[in-house]
């Protein structure tokens, strides 16, 4: 059975490789990696991934919350959600 988490992180991870590195191969990606740092994305990708969020898990991200902490990596990422969703993912 999959967990919140586990679900979470998986529409996260399916996002980000799909969109910005063009595979389906999650060993393209590792958890930790920086979204910036590795040039993955942008600050326009950035907003793209709030964006989907947003519709993903239906939350709303404030301006105040627009910080690498909570966007730059696939586990940040998916800590923001379930402190925005009150950990129920989707």
């Not at 979470?8 to 980000?16: D, F, G, H, L, P």
């Not at 910005?20 to 040039?39: I, K, R, V």
């Not at 902490?69 to 993912?89: I, M």
């Amino acid at each position: 059975m999959e967990t919140a988490t586990m679900g979470v992180e998986r529409q996260v991870r399916s996002y980000i490789l799909e969109n910005y590195l063009f595979t389906d191969d999650p060993a393209e990606l590792n958890s930790t990696d920086s979204f910036l740092e590795l040039g993955i994305i942008d600050s326009l990708g950035v907003l793209q991934v709030i964006d989907f969020l947003e519709k993903a898990f239906d939350i709303k991200v404030n301006d105040e919350e627009m910080i690498p902490e909570n966007l730059d990596s696939v586990n940040s990422v998916v800590a923001f959600v379930e402190r925005k969703t009150g950990g129920a993912g989707s």
